[in-house]
């Protein structure tokens, strides 16, 4: 090891979450396990980091597949993956030193050690923790980019966002807002969820329980739309198409109406309005907007701290509670964010 080591309070055995099985349908209980290992020793440039946060987020339900996808499966018998922030308990690098706050992306453990180029050290004197898995991380940037690349977003635009009580629904719509939307709407899952949206600014939202889609957006947004974000896809993706206006851009971030599905789900039905209206649907993933990080960050930092934009968290509390976290965010569980204290 370096002579520059420096540790404290470093542990010797640690808890990780491992996939037990791969679900069919919906995730269980039985289909993740809590296990003991040990704390490897540091190689050079290394750190350990003690996890105070980790993030669940919907993607994690694909990786639990055994498909191709953008990102390798989650393998059988290993720790899951995902965002997490954190202390650096030891440290043989002289970038990271001992005590810095970092975010990385080895959570479902309560400690990782990994290389040090693979964490990013934050300030947590200017935001909470876990902001940065959050309104100032990924989460945010998802929305920024979405919004601004995919959606091409412009002062005036009608936006809509379906799972809008969620992370990134409740971030994008409100930075629409800031950024001179004329209208933006939203949708979710419960009456309070509702009221929330309209706390954080929507001018309209509505509860897509209460009838179909296509009727309760046409009576939200009369004079139709010109962006939609779609995190649900399906009937939400349907009624969108039809409330598209003429040039209208459509960025598809999730579907998450669709993640837990045993058999095919119906596409929209009404595709071909994309050339008479001459639509584009674009999807994409948060790593082609790297570059906005910089840029995404000094605008997030300036709008929370002049209360422009505020963010909501779910946070259960252990590791032990990660599992279940992960299935109540795929039924709508949550409010923002959803997190485990570690």
Known sequence: MSRGLIIIETPHSTREIHLASRPHGEPTADDFELAEVDVPALDEGEVLV????????????GRMNDTKSYVPPFRIGAPLEGGAVGEVLASTSDRVPVGSTVLH???????????ADKVKVVDASLAPESAYLGALGMTGLTAWG???RAAAFQPGDAVFVSGAAGAVGSIVGQIAKVSGASRVVGSAGSPEKVARLLELGFDAAFDYHDGPVAQSLKDAAPDGIDVYFDNVGGEHLEAALSAMNVFGRVAVCGA???YNATAPTPAPRNLALLIGKQLTLRG???KEYADLSAEFAELMA???????ITFDETVREGLDQAPQALIDLLRGGNTGKMLVRL
């Open 256 to 258: 998450i109406s669709q």
């Open 50 to 61: 003690a996890n105070h946060y980790m993030s669940v987020d919907p993607y994690m339900r």
């Open 105 to 115: 992306g080895l959570g479902w453990r309560e400690h990782a050690v990994l290389s």
């Open 302 to 308: 300036g709008w929370l701290a002049d209360g422009s």
């Open 284 to 286: 994409f993933l948060v």
């Open 146 to 148: 979405g919004l601004t």
